[in-house]
């Protein structure tokens, strides 16, 4: 344990924890230099059956049971309940907060009376751009997460559902991490719904002393093959040619902070189980399609002069599966694994199984403990240094498919989770477009961009996203 030390202006206690790991502090200088604010997690709750008149059970979750479910969420998750100290500096640390004011954290937003579901859509994605183009304020004072609850505007207006949005410094969570958060609080919605009548917890939190875990290199080898470190090593003395490659302009540095553009389709439940049925038809998987078919999109989208004859992709790959104490636990245990695609390659089920066997192989690398790609980072040094260097220069990536998977959405209560949306701010450093998916089971599937102000155009995401619903509705009918 480390010393307690108290903020001025009567703020909490603070128990400082330990230093940042290697790998975290990619996160934080990103942050602190307004290069990647957050990720995000939307999730629709909705009732699993009319309201209980006995129980008085509301049709939708009220902010003061979000308020005491939050006790609950906090409690299950360390890093919850954490800021980081002198975020930009190399001595950087985590302090635990002796409580936590959910009033300085919550922030309610209203749909107007009678908003259908695009005007719901409309208000959701400008408060996603919002919230991604501002960093987090009080770093070192609050803890590292907001949540904004869309309200509908009259209490006749209601549709038994109301959208919760998550949003987290990435230094404490990573895509799974978001969605264990929205799965922690409707268990403890439904748990606190079954409880009633009861008295508020209210809205300040006195977080226990739980573990808070070492970085993700003390708690598993991150061996580099030196194939791959001898590439990398030739690739800064001799960079490999760029021809035809597209990965959008060179990376510029912003003025404060990152502009975050964000837009997003949602897929039916038909439209999905139709999807994962011709994966199976085809011996494929979910994610190495969407590669395959965002490709295309770009492909059809892109000049034909020669210049975008190539993309590249990358895919980050969930560490927890050979890391199985940490399945259900917070943090930041993710690698990532790129692929090429060529113009030439129309075949969309080709390139789908292409890049299945690519990321099959990027597993067994790390299953056999042989390979970890993020395991270069102790080659490099200052992160700061590393960021502020790629200022000019040409971006690595086209695009970023990220996919948390399918979720189960079923409550043990009054509530379940009907949909989800995952969300990224655009990197300035990273990928000219990412693209993140999610689905509940059963349920729907949804599909976000995120990019840069100026990196790309708000014409050309939408054009990409308008063509990969018509490549999914392609492949649902057979055309592909």
């Known amino acids: 344990m480390g010393p307690v030390d108290k903020v001025a202006a009567g703020g909490p206690e603070k128990e400082v924890l330990r230093g940042i790991g290697l790998f975290e502090s990619m996160f934080t200088q990103r942050h602190s230099l307004g290069f990647y604010t957050a990720l995000s997690c939307t999730a629709r709750f909705t009732a699993t059956a009319p309201t209980d008149s006995v129980l008085n059970t ?15 969420v906090v409690a299950q998750h360390p890093p919850l309940a ?6 930009s500096s190399p001595s950087a640390r985590f302090v635990r907060l002796s409580s936590i004011d959910l009033e300085r954290l919550i922030h309610v937003e209203t749909y107007p009376a009678g908003s259908d579901e695009v005007t719901r859509h409309r208000l959701l994605n400008s408060s996603l751009e919002k919230r991604f183009s501002t960093r987090f304020d009080d770093v070192g004072v609050l803890p590292l997460w907001r949540l904004v609850v869309f309200r509908a505007d009259s209490s006749e207006d209601i549709d038994a559902s109301v959208d919760i949005a998550l949003f987290i410094h990435h230094v404490i969570a990573d895509g799974s991490s978001a969605i264990m958060f929205m799965q922690t609080l409707l268990a403890a919605l439904n748990a606190v ?45 001799f960079p490999a040619s760029r021809a035809g490659l597209w990965t959008g302009p060179p990376v510029s540095r912003p003025s404060t902070v990152v502009q975050s553009r964000h837009a997003f389709r949602v897929f039916s439940a038909e439209t999905t189980s139709s999807l994962l049925a011709a994966c199976r038809a085809h011996k494929a998987t979910l994610t190495p399609l969407l590669e395959a078919l965002v490709a295309r999109a770009f492909f059809a989208l892109l000049p034909t002069d020669g210049s975008a004859n190539r993309l590249r992709a990358t895919c980050p790959i969930n560490l927890r599966p050979f890391m199985p104490e940490q399945k259900g636990v917070m943090g930041i245990f993710v690698a990532s694994d790129d692929q090429f695609f060529e113009r030439k390659n129309t075949d969309v089920w080709k390139e789908a199984k292409r890049v299945g066997r690519l990321l099959a192989r990027a597993l067994r690398g790390m299953k056999r403990g042989k390979h970890f790609n993020i395991g270069i980072l102790r080659h490099v040094g200052d992160m700061r240094e590393l960021h502020e260097k790629s200022i000019g220069k040409p971006r690595n990536n086209t695009f970023e498919v990220s996919n948390t998977g399918a979720v189960d959405g079923s409550g043990e209560g009054p509530w379940r989770i009907s949909q989800l949306l995952f969300s990224q701010c655009g990197s300035i450093t990273g990928e000219a477009v990412n693209f993140s998916v ?43």
Request: aromatic share 6%.
């Open 58 to 72: 509301p049709s939708i979750p009220t902010l003061t049971l979000v308020y005491t479910a939050l006790h609950e």
């Open 82 to 87: 954490v800021s980081v100290e002198d975020e």
């Open 193 to 237: 719904a079954i409880r009633q009548p009861q008295e508020s917890l209210g809205s300040i939190v006195s977080p226990p002393k739980s573990t808070f875990l070492p970085p993700l290199e003390s708690l598993h080898r991150l061996p580099v093959s030196p194939l791959f470190l001898l590439r990398t090593i030739w690739g800064v003395w």
């Open 438 to 480: 999610s689905s509940v089971r059963g349920g729907p599937m949804t599909v976000s961009a995120g990019w840069v102000q100026d990196v790309v155009d708000e014409a050309f995401v939408d054009a990409i996203l308008d063509k990969l619903v018509s490549l999914v509705d392609d492949v649902c009918s057979g055309k592909i």
